[in-house]
């Protein structure tokens, strides 16, 4: 597609090893201007390690790159900046306190003296946000005031100040809803226009091939299929990367609805949750569409008892009514997965088997004792059963990837055990291989009886694996149907806002 | 294999620097003769037993994710209603019950207020340091507590040159630490005071009920603290509210040097006491070396310095 003296950036037979293990086993990839290049594989496939390379936080063992024509070998990620390449991490990198455009101009402050240089600094700032689309935003309030998305914009326009010849962009839209997606791309497609080349990595298979041109997958460490991306097939790029078919990733486990367990009556939870009603049955499958924002994760917390309801009723049947603490709710047999792991979710520094059993600690001896063993050996068949990867269920899970982590907080639940799941984003930020698992076991679950219900901006996986789909807009739950009355884009019409009223 | 190796290095981290400082003080002329006899050992451990037994009650507090700034006024706080106590001819058992309760008390308030008020911890207790030194003052009405006799003036006595016996004090700062390590190792309260620590959010969300945890963390560590004070005054033989100012930040650096993280969810009871030790070492062995006290000051600083960098090398990466 392009002629090897046209690149922007080469790279060619890419190796690196830490210790033992040959992280990067030969990554060849090539990338035209003003090309956007998805750079696909599972966690663990190499690439992180060949991003880090490409930033200069590693130094690569063998291979040669070019950036534009010339050799390029970058010292550090900052030599890398000077040089043209800019990345932005999955994780954003905003002092939160400072305001919008002292986060863009942060570590290239025009300064005559030592003094900032006030009119400059706002002059630059403006460009580079011009540059995406986004000149109105205002500059002098705290980054944390901003949504996700506007803070994903800041970030971007910091990297672009150095005008760069590449862009690399990690997971930028793990943490989005599909509208600050749509802006995202239009963000991306302005920087193809100015001619900026843009590596994209992402999960999201279906986003890769919207604002991608040309792919490159990778499995374990090596390139195993790149192409142009309009012409493959997605089924083509899911094959390369884990040798599975696709139409295994959702699993059609036979599961029939039976009797509702639980009900939620015009609930509402100040300041996002306005009301919401719905009923979930046993073995059913509940889907939560909506936007960030929308209070899905608020009705979620509120049914668990970790908000408080203002209005209306949660009742789980066979329990109690009235308000219930997390605790209750345990003991009345309702799970919940957070959708943060990290801050939220698990205790990253303790171990598998504590975070597992963290809820029923009690059940593993007798008077306020726990039986270690006993403790470490039911966490490790579960470690078994989802063949999670660590050394042994007493290793901090902080060491795992997020796969493995996010195996061990819903085993939490599966050990418990839970009747009502509650899981927010199962599967955001993990690998397709985990992602398939967890597909399964939800299925399972539901075959098994349990009510299952799930929250995810990721619409596809609502639609091949729910049965009933409930859309959340501006804090009301605006809809509940079957699946089968559902579209992508009857959902985001529901979630915007823009649904006619029948 | 390698790691395992690594974990066990990782354990012994404090009981060598605790070798290491005994080394040091063992290889000096001014020193070599007596430092390294029974009699000096039976002095040390004796001259640890308040920070011991008040590391014990901030490992819980600090593995909880919290901080307790408080401990010295506690202490001289408890000396003074024990002395008081003791003046108005109560017997020991009930003076040793009331100082571990009035201790007991200062901490359930600090626990309730952070608790409650959703406070952090280093503001409430750096607020109740000052009310539990002026109350500890209010009560002496301004001056020491002078009584009599009393039994517990026995237990923290060295007296004897030859006598092979511990003190009383040393054997309770034992026997305190197994339990406590149990308690933190394998009981139902034990770990969910490392899952506040390590997550509090986690704990919340794990059905853990935070708020009276938290309360029954601080009350439990003050019953710990108003131990120290009974021993204070046990060595002081009078109640002193002017006694223990900035032990809170030796009890403190004895349970960070034994690889407690002030961020919460990591600590050991066993660190903890030997972190003690190495400061009551670095102190007898500057005495016997005739240095004077601010150039121990100025030691004692710079090794709580190098024990958290050497820690935090040996953890490697783990921690950002």
């Known amino acids: 597609m392009t002629s090897p003296a046209a690149a922007t950036l080469r790279l060619d037979g890419i190796r690196k090893a830490f210790g033992a293990t040959q992280a990067l086993r030969g990554v060849s990839l090539e990338l035209a201007p003003g090309e956007v290049h998805a750079l696909i594989g599972e966690n663990g496939a190499g690439k992180s390690t060949l991003m880090k390379v490409l930033s200069g936080a590693h130094a690569a063992d063998a291979g040669t790159m070019t950036l534009g024509g010339a050799p390029y070998t970058p010292l550090n990620p900052h030599d890398a900046r000077l040089k043209g390449v800019a990345m ?125 041109d040309r792919f490159t997958v990778l499995k374990d460490g090596e390139t ?40 939620v009556k015009a609930c509402a939870s100040a300041p996002r949750l306005k009301r919401a009603t719905l009923q979930v049955r046993a073995g059913e499958i509940f889907g939560l569409a909506g936007l960030i924002g929308a209070g899905r994760t608020d009705l979620l917390r509120t049914v668990f008892g970790l908000d408080a309801a203002d209005a209306g009723e949660v009742c789980v049947v066979g329990a109690p009514a ?56 039911t966490a490790q068949r579960w470690v078994d059963t989802l063949r999670v990867k660590c050394r042994n269920a007493a290793q901090p899970i902080g060491q795992l990837s997020g796969g493995n982590q996010q195996k061990v907080a819903l085993a939490r639940l599966l050990e418990h055990p ?23 076991l939800i299925g399972e679950l539901a075959g098994a009886g349990k009510a299952v219900v799930v929250i995810s901006s990721y619409l596809p996986e609502l639609l091949g694996l729910c049965d009933t789909i409930g859309v959340m807009c501006r804090g009301e739950l605006a809809a509940v149907r079957p699946r089968a009355e559902w579209s992508e884009a009857e959902i985001m019409r529901t979630a915007t806002g823009s649904a006619g009223t029948t | 294999m390698n790691d395992s190796l690594k974990s066990l290095l990782a354990k012994a981290g404090p009981f060598l620097g605790l070798l290491v400082v005994i080394a040091l003080f063992s290889i000096p002329a001014e020193t070599r003769e007596f430092f390294l006899t029974y009699h000096n050992f039976k002095t040390i451990f004796t001259q640890t037993v308040i920070v011991a037994i008040g590391a014990l009650g901030m490992t819980k507090i600090i593995v909880s994710g919290g901080i307790d700034l408080s401990v010295g006024s506690s202490i001289a706080f408890t000396s003074v209603v024990g002395a008081l106590l003791i003046q108005q001819g109560w017997s020991t058992a009930p003076v040793v019950l009331a100082m571990i309760l009035s201790g007991g008390l200062i901490g359930l308030l600090n626990g309730a207020a952070i608790a409650g008020l959703r406070m952090t911890p280093f503001i409430i207790t750096l607020g109740t340091l000052g009310v539990a030194r002026g109350s500890a003052k209010w009560l002496a009405d301004n001056q020491t507590v002078n009584y009599e006799s009393s039994p517990i003036n026995a237990w923290m006595t060295t007296a004897d040159p030859f006598g092979y016996a511990l003190p009383a004090g040393v054997w309770v700062a034992l026997v305190l630490a197994v339990l406590t390590a149990v308690m933190l190792r394998n009981t139902v309260f034990g770990r969910h005071i490392f899952a506040l620590g390590s997550n509090e959010a986690t704990a919340r969300l794990c059905g853990i009920p935070t708020t ?7 009350a439990l560590a003050g019953c710990f603290f108003g131990l120290a004070g009974l021993f204070q005054l046990s060595r002081l033989r009078q109640g002193d509210p002017t006694v223990a100012v900035g032990l809170e930040l030796d009890i403190i650096a004895a349970v960070i040097i034994g690889g407690a993280s002030l961020n919460g969810g990591v600590g050991t009871i066993l660190g903890s006491m030997i972190g003690a030790l190495i400061m009551a070492v ?10 004077p006290t601010y150039f121990q000051e100025i030691i004692i600083g710079l090794v709580i310095i190098v024990a958290v960098f050497v820690d935090r090398l040996r953890q490697g990466k783990e921690k950002v």
Request: some cysteine; proline content about 3%; glycine content about 10%.
């Open chain 1, 88 to 212: 932005i991490y999955q994780e954003l990198n905003l002092a939160l306190h400072l305001s919008a455009e002292e986060n863009i101009l942060l570590g290239a402050e025009s300064a005559r003296g030592g003094w900032v240089d006030r009119r400059a600094s706002r002059e630059r700032a403006r460009a580079a946000l011009a540059q995406l689309g986004h000149e109105s935003l205002d500059l002098d309030r705290p980054a944390g005031a901003f949504s996700i998305a506007a803070q994903q914009v800041i970030e971007i326009a910091r990297a672009l100040l150095t005008k760069p010849k590449v862009l690399i962009m990690d997971e930028p839209t793990s943490s989005l809803t599909q509208a600050d997606t749509e802006l995202l791309f239009a963000a991306i497609g302005r920087l193809r226009a100015q001619g900026v080349s843009v590596i994209y990595i992402s999960h999201f298979l279906e986003e890769c091939r919207r604002i991608a």
């Open chain 1, 224 to 263: 195993v299929g790149s192409g142009d991306m309009k012409t493959a097939g997605l089924d083509r790029i899911v094959t390369l990367m884990t040798g599975r078919e696709v139409k295994d990733l959702y699993p059609r486990i036979p599961h029939t609805p039976g009797a509702v367990v639980l009900d």
């Open chain 1, 322 to 377: 009235g308000a219930a603490t997390p605790r209750d709710r345990w003991d009345h047999g309702v799970g919940f997965l957070s959708e943060n792991r990290k801050e939220e979710g698990l205790m990253l520094s303790q171990s598998i088997a504590d975070n597992l059993t963290l809820t029923k600690h009690g059940a593993f001896g007798r008077f306020g004792w726990i039986d270690g063993g006993r403790q470490r050996a």
């Open chain 1, 418 to 440: 839970a009747r009502i799941f509650l899981l927010d984003e199962p599967t955001r930020g993990i690998d397709v291989g985990s992602k398939a698992q967890i597909y399964q």
């Open chain 2, 212 to 218: 009276r945890l938290k309360i029954c963390i601080y």
């Open chain 2, 282 to 291: 670095l102190r007898n062995g500057s005495q016997q070396m005739g240095w």
